[in-house]
């Protein structure tokens, strides 16, 4: 018998003993019922998955990893006291225990520090995954990641940033995630077309909130421009054409417009977009 069916049972003995020494008949209670009150018991017992179940167990890997001490012997004053002492980073007893158990997830800076104290790659532990895997998975991903995604992702790397690929059944539609200069991106890449007249043409789909679509654009032998492709102006002069979208670029001497609209040119990726 578990421990929800003893719990029941005694429950229901005792009112049935009120009812003989009184003569009365006691009344139902709400608790009962099995299925409501197993049901109760049941959630007390297992919760629902915290929100960062899955970066808490990254995290917790790489303390067993690191040999930081067990929780019951002073992990969460150890991480605390690391963080001050080694980066002067402030960080109360209360919100590494939150990390741990899924319930938050530290902010841009703290988690660069943290992955330090650590030594391990930051990229996987905010996101998940590392671009330097060296695993048959890494590598298969890699070949059908695109050579724009690739690109990209190598730009970021040799300007600082770390950059990571999407785990396999990410739903955020990015192509690539990055930190740079402490702070988290998403990028949807895609790769244009020339055609006559000064004319460059993106095939567009699955775009998304929160993600920095970026153009590439071959200007010559390993040269290329890269041009940000804001929802607005893709949501406003995007032709769908046998359920694709296209959206047509043109050039005016150094410059990339869309209906007129000079678009923004990045530079690098050595600096916050």
Not at 7 to 23: A, E, L, P, S, Y
Not at 240 to 262: D, E, F, M, P, W
Request: hydrophobic share 40%; proline share 4%.
């Amino acid at each position: 018998m578990d421990i929800t069916e003893n719990v029941i049972c005694n429950m229901k003995v005792d009112t049935r003993q009120v009812g003989r020494q009184t003569g009365l008949q006691p009344p139902v209670l709400e608790t009962e019922k099995r299925f409501d009150f197993g049901a109760m018991i049941s959630k007390a017992i297992h919760p629902s998955s915290p929100r960062h179940a899955a970066f808490a167990r990254r995290l917790t890997d790489s303390f067993d990893n690191f040999g930081v001490p067990d929780l019951h012997r002073g992990r969460l004053g150890w991480v605390s006291d690391a963080l001050e002492q080694r980066f002067g980073t402030k960080v109360s007893n209360e919100t590494v225990r939150k990390w741990l158990s899924g319930e938050a997830r530290p902010r841009e800076d703290k988690m660069s520090v943290l992955a330090q104290l650590l030594m391990v790659d930051e990229a996987w532990l905010s996101l998940g995954d590392r671009l330097s895997a060296t695993t048959e998975d890494r590598r298969v991903r890699d070949a059908t990641a695109g050579g724009g995604v690739n690109l990209v992702a190598g730009m970021i790397q040799l300007a600082g940033g770390t950059p990571a690929f999407p785990a396999p059944g990410d739903a955020s539609q990015a192509d690539l995630f990055a930190i740079i200069q402490g702070i988290q991106y998403a990028f949807k890449v895609f790769v244009g077309r020339i055609r006559s007249g000064g004319e460059v043409l993106f095939e567009v789909s699955g775009l998304a909130q929160n993600v920095v679509v970026l153009g590439l654009i071959e200007k010559g032998p390993f040269q290329w421009d890269v041009v940000e492709l804001d929802p607005d102006t893709v949501a406003n002069h995007v032709r769908r054409k046998r359920g694709h979208g296209r959206l047509v670029v043109r050039k005016r001497g150094k410059t990339y417009t869309v209906g007129g609209k000079k678009l923004r040119q990045i530079e690098g990726f050595s600096q916050r977009l």
